[in-house]
């Protein structure tokens, strides 16, 4: 049996409706455009993030923005239409961009930054340095159009991920995914690609 997402009906007892529209109005008063936010919610550096239209929060998600220079611009980017899950961390200090359609599951972690680098070249940050003290390694982390981020995932800086992707739940994303692609592991790998002339997934 097909259903279409606009086929599905969500019933909301009343005193759930009460609850919708205390969050609709709380909503309203961090950004017009945004459509439900669903408290908690934890939001620091809010003049730093371009909220998008009808963006949804699920419960106690983090969006994080920390100024690392005096220059004032959007760090944290969202398309239109996204809609994230209950505990949903986003942490920025220059760049994390979702385009428009995503959706995210809950406990997903996105961040352009990391305590130290480990890459076993010159410069590695020794074990004996406190981890807050490490110097931070910031790459921007770019997420395409209509991409779906299963339960848990871990998007890792540096990271694109293509237009229309599929990312398995508990993947650790540390490498480009291409557009159209199904991928998931810990590191992650690509399975399957869209074939547009078949219209179907075709396992690589």
Same mark, same amino acid.
């Given at each position: ?35 439900? /936010?669903?408290? !908690? #919610? *934890? %939001?620091?550096?809010?003049?730093? &993030?371009?909220? @998008?239209?009808?963006?949804?929060? +699920? ?77 931070? /390694?910031?790459? !921007? #982390? *770019? %997420?395409?159009?209509?991409?779906? &981020?299963?339960? @848990?995932?871990?998007?890792?800086? +540096? ?46």
């Amino acid at each position: 049996m097909k259903n279409s997402k606009d086929n599905l009906q969500r019933h909301y007892s009343f005193g759930e409706k009460i609850q919708l529209g205390y969050f609709l109005i709380r909503t309203k008063l961090i950004g017009r455009s945004i459509r439900l /936010i669903r408290f !908690p #919610v *934890i %939001i620091r550096g809010r003049r730093y &993030i371009d909220f @998008g239209s009808n963006l949804t929060t +699920g419960y106690w998600c983090r969006l994080e923005v920390f100024q690392t220079n005096n220059e004032n611009y959007k760090r944290i980017i969202f398309g239109n239409n996204v809609q994230i899950n209950d505990f949903v961390h986003i942490c920025a200090l220059e760049h994390v961009e979702i385009g428009e359609n995503c959706l995210l599951a809950s406990h997903v972690y996105i961040s352009d930054n990391s305590h130290g680098k480990y890459s076993g070249g010159d410069g590695d940050s020794s074990p004996i340095t406190p981890p807050d003290h490490r110097e931070y /390694i910031i790459k !921007p #982390v *770019i %997420i395409g159009k209509n991409v779906w &981020i299963g339960e @848990g995932v871990i998007v890792l800086p +540096g990271v694109t991920i293509g237009d229309g992707c599929i990312i398995g739940a508990h993947s650790i994303v540390n490498k480009d995914i291409p557009s159209n692609c199904m991928a998931v592991g810990s590191p992650i790998r690509i399975i399957k690609h869209y074939s547009f002339d078949k219209k179907c997934w075709v396992r690589n």
